[in-house]
């Protein structure tokens, strides 16, 4: 099978012909491994970037940002004549039931595996270099994956996240039944099928997951909301996680120190350039004063919508 898009140790499958091709031979086969890329560490809204799937021949990897129609691989997902391998499969399946609604059956986890069998270390990158000595280049695990074009090197990174995944399965498939695990593991396999869709990550004004809000008195919790709220406002509208707006370190500098004028503001540590300028250092000072105001937690905290309730904006607050 030939593919335009394609390189020495991948093959990249950006368009709906190639992808109807692939998905063909993919539902003829027994086995297949499979790994998801997202963008959580840079969106608001995150989503899964790459779908890389790894037959007994061929590495592929799937730009679900660039095929329109991905329907066809519910079928291969829900298939339980297809066995699905994943490493530490709950968080791929829960990403891939958030944005694609897909179903899954017959699951085989090897980080489940390797736990039930006795390995300490269960990050992949652990578990490859053990079983085979290679090495992966912790540089891409935090990359921006929703960013075009992908560059060769993160091609070949998002690649080994599946390729050996088949051959560690048949290597764990053996322990199993040497120590006689393998029941218990296709049951807790079978858990994995079943894991709900990812909830939205960021809850508006959410001051309780912040380290160190718990110890801030009464009128600081009140600022600290009312600047998450402001903060998450930004963040929806620019589709970027909100500690890349403002980080919880310098929210809580803010609710601490409460500064009354410009001066005061330029002081507090790791204060970004975005609200050193005139409109949102002021707009900032405004929700100090008004959070130091308004005190009461029942008035200062509304109910959270979710997080899909405001769709980002391509309008800026500023």
């Known amino acids: 099978m030939e593919f335009a898009s394609a390189m020495e140790d991948v093959v990249l499958i950006e368009t709906q012909e190639q992808w109807e091709r692939l998905l063909d031979e993919l539902g003829t086969l027994p086995c297949l491994a499979i790994d998801t890329e997202s963008n959580g560490f840079f969106a608001y809204h995150e989503r899964i ?15 679900p940002l660039a095929v329109v129609d991905l329907g066809g691989l519910n079928r291969v997902f829900a ?5 699905k391998v994943f490493h530490a499969a709950a968080n791929d399946i829960s990403g891939l039931k958030r944005d694609f609604s ?21 990050g992949l990158a652990h578990i490859l ?20 074009p992908l560059s060769d090197e993160q091609l070949r990174y998002a690649r080994l996240d599946t390729h050996y995944l088949l051959p560690l399965r048949r290597q764990l498939m053996a322990e199993l ?54 903060r998450d406002q930004m963040a929806r509208q620019r589709d970027r996680a909100p500690f890349r707006i403002l980080g919880n370190e310098t929210l809580l500098r803010l609710a601490e ?3 009354r004028d410009l001066d005061e503001l330029y002081k507090i540590k790791g204060l970004p350039k975005t609200f050193r300028k005139g409109a949102q250092a002021k707009r900032i000072l405004s929700l100090i004063r008004q959070g130091r105001s308004d005190p009461d937690p029942a008035s200062a905290s509304p109910a959270e919508p979710a997080a899909d309730d405001h769709p980002p904006s391509s309008q800026p607050l500023e």
């Open 79 to 83: 298939d339980p004549g297809i066995e």
């Open 177 to 230: 039944e040497a120590q006689d695990l393998l029941a218990q593991a296709r049951e807790a396999f079978a858990g994995a099928c079943q894991v709900p869709a990812q909830e939205p990550r960021f809850l508006g004004n959410g001051i309780n997951r912040i380290h160190g809000a718990g110890q801030l008195n009464r009128a600081a919790r009140a600022v600290l909301r009312t600047l998450c709220r402001h």
């Open 49 to 63: 970037c790459l779908i890389q799937i790894s037959t007994e021949a061929t590495d592929y990897i799937l730009d």
């Open 102 to 122: 897909f179903e899954f059956a017959s699951v085989f986890d090897t980080a489940v595996a390797c736990k039930m069998i006795g390995h300490r270390r269960l």
């Open 257 to 259: 120190r409460q500064p």
């Open 129 to 148: 270099e053990d079983h085979f000595g290679v090495e992966l280049n912790k540089k891409w695990q935090r990359c921006d994956w929703g960013r075009r």
